[in-house]
T-cell receptor, first 115, second 113 residues
Framework: GAVVSQHPSWVICKSGTSVKIECRSLDFQATTMFWYRQFPKQSLMLMATSNEGSKATHEQGVEKDKFLINHASLTLSTLTVTSAHPEDSSFYIC???????????FGSGTRLTVV | DAKTTQPNSMESNEEEPVHLPCNHSTISGTDYIHWYRQLPSQGPEYVIHGLTSNVNNRMASLAIAEDRKSSTLILHRATLRDAAVYYCILRDLTQGGSEKLVFGKGTKLTVNP
């Protein structure tokens, strides 16, 4: 089935630095990718939708200049958390829409800890 | 906003059936009912989906009420590996490129050995 590979699986960074998270579609072309954030014991919250070759659409309340999204190819989308702060510590998950009944496939998530 | 309502948590014993309910009273005629589950520290994975008829696959069964305002995910024999948060989600496939998957709070299933 369609697989999205997400890296890194975890990262620890210092406050004020930037962190990049990558999601690659391994055996299909992902025209659209979605980025979610999940705080402990909470559900997934959609942050933004990225379409290959165009600007991402961020959800209300999500700063587009802080959470930079690049979707330059049909197999790669990246999320960069700029000037990270401890409150950005969270579980970040990417997802791609795939054809067929499954609908969506998800990456394995990235645990970001900002110290 | 999520258009489904699920119990916060449920508990089951290993090798017993589990029935996870979901209410979606505002479902429209073009909404499909999808179930995903999320194991601890992992991304969600697809479980099953349906429109009107009951559905079976290797993972689970989906029973949909005749009025489609509720559905039940059935795990026929729960295993410890089924412990996860289960999300019931409505997908309107007519939205095409503007479709977004919106997660509610889901049901945390605990399976006791």
């Amino acid at each position: 089935g369609a697989v999205v590979s997400q890296h890194p699986s975890w990262v620890i960074c210092k406050s004020g630095t930037s962190v990049k998270i990558e999601c690659r579609s391994l055996d299909f072309q992902a025209t659209t990718m979605f980025w979610y954030r999940q705080f402990p014991k909470q559900s997934l919250m959609l942050m933004a939708t990225s379409n290959e070759g165009s600007k991402a659409t961020h959800e209300q309340g999500v700063e587009k200049d802080k959470f930079l999204i690049n979707h330059a190819s049909l197999t790669l989308s990246t999320l960069t958390v700029t000037s990270a702060h401890p409150e950005d510590s969270s579980f970040y998950i990417c997802s791609a829409r795939v054809g067929g009944p499954n609908g969506y496939t998800f990456g394995s998530g990235t645990r970001l800890t900002v110290v | 906003d999520a258009k489904t309502t699920q119990p916060n948590s449920m508990e089951s014993n290993e090798e017993e059936p589990v029935h996870l309910p979901c209410n979606h009273s505002t479902i429209s005629g073009t909404d499909y009912i999808h179930w995903y589950r999320q194991l601890p520290s992992q991304g969600p994975e697809y479980v099953i989906h349906g429109l009107t008829s009951n559905v079976n696959n290797r993972m689970a069964s989906l029973a949909i009420a005749e009025d489609r305002k509720s559905s039940t995910l059935i795990l026929h024999r729960a295993t410890l590996r089924d412990a996860a948060v289960y999300y019931c989600i409505l997908r309107d496939l007519t939205q095409g490129g503007s479709e977004k998957l919106v997660f509610g709070k889901g049901t945390k299933l605990t399976v006791n050995p």
